[in-house]
């Protein structure tokens, strides 16, 4: 019981599992996990796969509205040598890595 409440209340895995439930289209990126992704912005109208952007504990993602899987990373600290770096707007991300 222990365990579950800590998945519960201390990870992002509810939020990550009944998002992928309501959205078959809905998914997490493969240097993340269900337990450590945060979408930290989510807009179904404009992007069909569940969020636009998102991070957790190294990387921050970007997820283009094209097709699946259609992802752009960049690590927290590359992105520190960014300059007016801003984790919602793609455009000032300076070493982003695509999928």
């Known amino acids: 019981i222990v365990i579950l409440v800590v998945i519960c209340f201390f990870t992002n895995a509810p939020t990550n599992l009944k998002s992928k439930y309501f959205n ?7 240097e993340s996990s ?6 930290t912005i989510v ?8 969020w636009v952007y ?10 283009l509205p094209v097709k699946p899987w259609a992802i752009e990373s960049i690590s927290k600290r ?3 040598a960014c300059r007016k770096f801003n984790k919602w707007n793609v455009k000032t991300w300076c070493k982003q890595r695509p999928y």
């Open 34 to 39: 269900v337990f450590a992704f945060k979408p």
């Open 43 to 50: 807009d179904d109208r404009r992007n069909p796969y569940g």
């Open 78 to 80: 590359d992105a520190e």
């Open 54 to 63: 998102g991070e957790d504990k190294y990387f921050y993602y970007y997820n």
């Open 24 to 30: 078959e289209m809905y998914y997490i990126p493969t």
